[in-house]
């Protein structure tokens, strides 16, 4: 089981596995969160992402292995942890014939929330203007923080979110990483799955790779990136010409070298490698 | 299981169906038919026709045609100054048939002359019409003096209770049909109303939400109410706007009662066998036929088999209890088996829509 650097563990995986069928959807998955942690698990469409939050949130059962949620079974002692959990679902299924305020108050009397919550969330995520009209008339922007502020509804321990800023536009995703991050910061676990490895980068304190069922690498981005990614520098010469050189090659360090030595270099820009190379690397085709 | 959510989710079901166009057709598609039922039929159980009659002199023929037709018709009868006023409201079938009786005609009969008589009939006369046109032979011939060529004696049998004859001679059309529109209501209610109300939240994935946090028993104990709320109101607002009012209350609001919990468990049953809103747009129309038909093959003179067939599906008895208290006598013997099948087909609804729920939840 992998284990986060610091604090609690919350969420526990161990040997996580769902089976439709001969398809391993999910395949002997192991993993622990910590209290606070920002997971990020990535993967291609169909790698096990879904599949994954679908069993943690209870709304699966793994064929086998099992997983804990502050200490808790999910599938046996499913009751006791939907109270502490909530997700923010890949679809933006709210309730199109009711006002966003309408749609929080369903929620708040659910999770027996004080209705207060529910002015305090429309203000955080920015629709107190917009509360009193239908959610049919809002933006697609609009619904995905109404869907987060739903999620937060209960205050959530641990937060699940699948693909938050599938289809956003970049100013109501960052709108969307900003409410993540304001969550997290209060001291929450939130685990999500996303495609962009930039908002993976940015947000999660570790990330896990999905492929094919199975976890290929988890850790945090910068470990990743210096595990598996390519160092690599631009050089621009006196000549005006641009060259790209991997600096874990001796043949192109030899060069660098030479340029050096001649007084052809211009500029050098050493390039850190990515999580999509990372991506790349570990699972032989990009995102 | 927390009434809080059960009530949270109830009440947004509510306030949901309000805000749809597709629930509000639903209801008010029946409310409608019925209204239309109780302006085409009476609750005379026999038939009326309006004898239109021109006359220059005194006549005894009204009067004749009027008892000599009384045992089959309804016959009123109403003056007219002149041919052309009455053949108008004849084509315009404000008249069933008009007469047009000329002077010293009932001297003429008595006297052996055979006078003109003119009888104007719309294009297609009513039942009424045909009959009082068709009995003139024997009424002249009678006003004549003229023994009939056979003293025919009439014998109407009773109707046999339990069957579509008593039912009707006990109602009168007006009320049988008014029954079949409201458990064509409580069918709507059940192949489509509540089956669009759960289809949409599995298509739309809110009920995934919903379950997040409460369980799948509060989330169909939700539904249930909503779908019986639904019959509540609509059965009442049918009564009152068709003026129905049924003899033995207590009979029909246990059949209706009986009746909404049943269909709303095979609601329940058809909505989560739907996926999506175009499956159920498909199956709730093959699935309202066994729900109607039984209404109106009660009706109906049917073999045996067919009757026995009928019988066991739950609105044939809706309808055979429903007759009953409309009519506040036992017309349809054996209530407590009605009662008994409806119960039977709720056992098995509500059964199937658990044994579905205990598969997911172990899925």
Not at chain 1, 172 to 192: K, N, Q, Y
Request: hydrophobic residues 50%.
């Amino acid at each position: 089981m992998s284990a986060p650097s610091g604090g609690r563990a919350i969420i526990e995986v161990d040997g996580l596995s769902r089976h439709y069928g001969d398809v391993r959807a999910v395949d002997d998955v192991s993993f622990s969160v910590a209290e606070g942690e920002i997971l990020g698990l990535l993967g291609h469409n169909g790698a096990g992402k879904t599949t994954t939050i679908r069993m943690l949130t209870g709304r699966a059962r793994p064929t086998s292995g099992g997983a804990l949620i502050a200490g808790l079974d999910v599938v046996r002692e499913r009751e006791r942890v939907k109270p502490l959990i909530n997700l923010v679902f890949e679809e933006q299924n709210l309730y199109e014939r009711q006002t966003g305020r309408e749609n929080l108050e369903l929620f708040a009397k659910l999770y027996g929330a004080p209705p207060a919550r529910v002015a305090e969330l429309l203000e955080r995520v920015g629709l107190t203007d917009a509360a009193a009209r239908k959610v049919r008339t809002y933006s697609s922007g609009m619904k995905q923080r109404l869907l987060v502020a739903r999620a937060l509804v209960n205050d959530p321990q641990v937060l699940f979110l699948d693909e938050p800023t599938k289809g956003l536009d970049p100013s109501s995703a960052r709108d969307v990483r900003g409410i993540i991050r304001e969550h997290a910061s209060a001291g929450a676990t939130v685990f999500l799955t996303t495609h962009y490895m930039e908002e993976a980068d940015e947000l999660c304190d570790r990330v896990a790779f999905l492929a094919a069922g199975r976890i290929v690498a988890l850790d945090t981005p910068r470990e990743l990136k210096l595990r598996y990614g390519e160092r690599t520098a631009t050089v621009l010469l006196h000549d005006r010409s641009e060259h790209e050189v991997r600096l874990d090659d001796g043949g192109d360090a030899a060069r660098l070298e030479a340029w050096m030595a001649a007084g052809e270099v211009l500029t050098v820009h050493s390039n850190e490698g990515t999580l999509e190379d990372v991506f790349v690397n570990l699972a032989g085709r990009p995102l | 299981m927390k009434g809080a959510r059960v009530n949270a989710i109830y009440r947004k079901d509510l306030r949901d169906a309000l805000r749809d166009s597709r629930l509000i057709v639903a209801l008010l598609m029946p409310l409608l038919i019925g209204l239309l039922y109780s302006f085409m039929f009476k609750d005379d159980t026999k038939p009326t026709a309006k004898l239109g009659v021109v006359a220059s002199t005194a006549t005894r023929l009204p009067a004749a045609l009027e008892a000599a037709t009384k045992a089959a018709v309804q016959l009123k009868v109403q003056a007219f100054a002149d041919q052309a006023a009455l053949t108008q409201q004849v084509r315009d079938k404000n008249v069933d048939v008009g007469l047009i009786v000329p002077s010293g005609f009932d001297e003429a009969l008595t006297g052996g002359a055979p006078p003109r008589l003119t009888v104007i009939l719309p294009a297609s006369p009513s039942f009424g019409g045909d009959y009082v046109a068709a009995m003139l032979d024997r009424v002249t011939q009678s006003l004549a003096g003229q023994a009939p060529a056979a003293t025919v004696t009439r014998v109407m049998l009773p109707a046999a209770a339990g069957t579509s004859d008593s039912a009707f001679v006990a109602l009168g059309a007006r009320k049988a049909f008014v029954l079949v529109a409201v458990i064509l209501m409580l069918a709507m209610i059940a192949v489509y109303a509540l089956p669009a109300v759960l289809t949409e939240e599995t298509e739309k994935r809110t009920v995934e939400a919903l379950t997040l946090i409460a369980s799948d028993a509060e989330v169909i104990v939700a539904k249930s109410l909503f779908g019986l709320t639904y019959c509540v109101i609509s059965v009442p607002l049918m009564l009152a706007i068709t003026r129905v009012a049924p003899e033995n209350v207590a009979l029909f609001v246990v059949d209706i009662v009986l009746t909404s919990v049943t269909l709303v468990g095979l609601g329940l049953l058809l909505g989560g066998l739907m996926r999506t809103q175009t499956q159920l747009n498909t199956w709730s129309t093959v699935a309202l036929i066994p729900l109607m038909a039984p209404a109106i093959a009660i009706q109906l003179p049917l073999p045996g088999w067919a009757e026995t067939l009928v019988s066991v599906l739950p609105t044939a008895q809706t309808m055979r209890l429903g007759v009953n208290a409309l009519a506040g006598r036992q017309l349809f013997g054996a209530e407590w088996l009605s009662v008994a099948i409806i119960l039977g087909w709720a056992v098995v609804g509500y059964g199937l829509v658990w044994w579905r729920l205990s598969r997911q939840e172990t899925a």
